[in-house]
Nanobody, 123 residues
Framework: VQLQASGGGLVQAGDYLRLFCAGS????????MGWFRQAPGKEREFVAA????????YYADSVKGQFIISRDNAKNTVSLQMNSLKPEDTAVYYC?????????????????WGQGTQVTVSS
């Protein structure tokens, strides 16, 4: 699975952004997907995950109620709607796919990573 994230940018606190992750291949719909982020000087952290069918989602406590993950399997895309952005949301955001199609673990065991997209939130 090859992944490409996009949609990042520079916004002000309180603004919103929608990130996109485009996946390649006809098997994209079989993989649970997720988003991670890495802020300067910090380790990469989990943000959100969505099951292969889209029926189940999971969020880090830090973004629960603020971010929404969704997917469109017909278009091979996963999105992350980020609302009410804060300066502490500044990071490089990465999309990721489960190691296995129809993976049995939840949250997923991520094994494929795309290039990141920078999100900068100014105060």
């Amino acid at each position: 699975v090859q992944l490409q994230a996009s949609g990042g940018g520079l916004v002000q606190a309180g603004d919103y952004l929608r990130l996109f992750c485009a996946g390649s291949g006809r098997t994209f719909s079989r993989y649970a997907m997720g988003w991670f982020r890495q802020a300067p000087g910090k380790e990469r952290e989990f943000v959100a995950a969505i099951s292969w069918s889209g029926s189940t989602t999971y969020y880090a406590d830090s973004v629960k109620g603020q971010f929404i993950i969704s997917r469109d399997n017909a278009k091979n895309t996963v999105s992350l709607q980020m609302n009410s952005l804060k300066p502490e949301d500044t990071a490089v955001y990465y999309c990721a796919a489960d190691k296995s199609p129809f993976g049995g673990s939840w949250p997923p065991d991520f094994g494929f990573w795309g290039q990141g997209t920078q999100v900068t939130v100014s105060s």
